[in-house]
């Protein structure tokens, strides 16, 4: 009975102008951080964090704490297309107008590394991506992030030499949306996560780099991402 209340106050949320570049910048589905997201919207760090709270509030932004950093994304694909829709009415030319993300990782690190005892980096993310579209994960719906394995996924796993009930068994999490540092979108953590690791490890997918983080994907890594996953690297 009082949708128009409650599209009016969506609609306040979204229309102040920082609130609004904040929003806009999100859209390329990268997290920021608050200090980030300020500079952007060209307002101080007390101020951004007021505006922050209330698109949160508002459900229109999600925060993802990650050790000592917190991180602002777009609550999810629904907010995304009603900002989109917003930009096609208003004449903008889409996500593509918002200010980009450009990372400041060396590339070595930035393409593939290691995350405590998981990968991170541009292959992980994609393998993430990857995993979720053809449908072997898929997340919890809680507030942890947390990912569990279809039963589709439990089978593929398997096949590549990960066993699914083994991992779940663990007492840790199985598997949860990590944020990538470097590249702000998730990889995977956890069981799962340390199980893909050890595996690319030992078909010598990747090979890691002395004294450094850094995976080198190895030429036959290269061709096994881009057969099994279609991630090109």
Not at 103 to 131: I, N, S
């Amino acid at each position: 009975m009082h949708n128009d209340i409650e599209m009016a106050r969506i609609a306040s949320a979204i229309g102040e102008p920082s609130r609004a570049r904040m929003l806009c910048c999100l859209l390329d589905g990268r997290a920021r951080t608050s200090t980030e997201l300020a500079m952007i919207a060209e307002v101080s760090p007390s101020t951004a964090s007021v505006h922050l709270n209330r698109l949160k509030a508002e459900r229109l932004v999600k925060l993802f704490v990650q050790g000592k950093h917190r991180y602002y994304s777009l609550e999810g694909a629904q907010v995304a297309a009603a900002l989109e829709s917003l930009l096609m009415v208003a004449g903008a030319s889409g996500p593509n107008s918002a200010p980009g993300f450009t990372p400041t990782t060396p590339e070595p690190l930035r393409q593939a590394r290691t995350c405590y005892d998981h990968m991170a980096g541009a292959v992980a993310v994609a393998l993430h991506h990857r995993l979720r579209q053809s449908g072997w994960i898929k997340p919890a719906y809680d507030s942890t992030g947390a990912l569990n394995a279809t039963s589709l996924g439990k089978s593929a796993l398997a096949s590549l030499g990960i066993d699914v009930d083994a991992a779940q068994s663990l007492r840790r999490r199985f598997a949860y949306d990590c944020l990538d540092w470097s590249e702000r979108k998730p990889h995977i953590g956890g069981a799962l996560g340390a199980a893909l690791l050890e595996l690319a490890l030992k078909k010598k997918w990747v090979q890691r780099e002395l004294d450094s983080r850094a995976l080198d994907i190895t030429r036959l890594g290269r061709r096994e991402l881009a057969a099994r996953f279609e991630i090109h690297v």
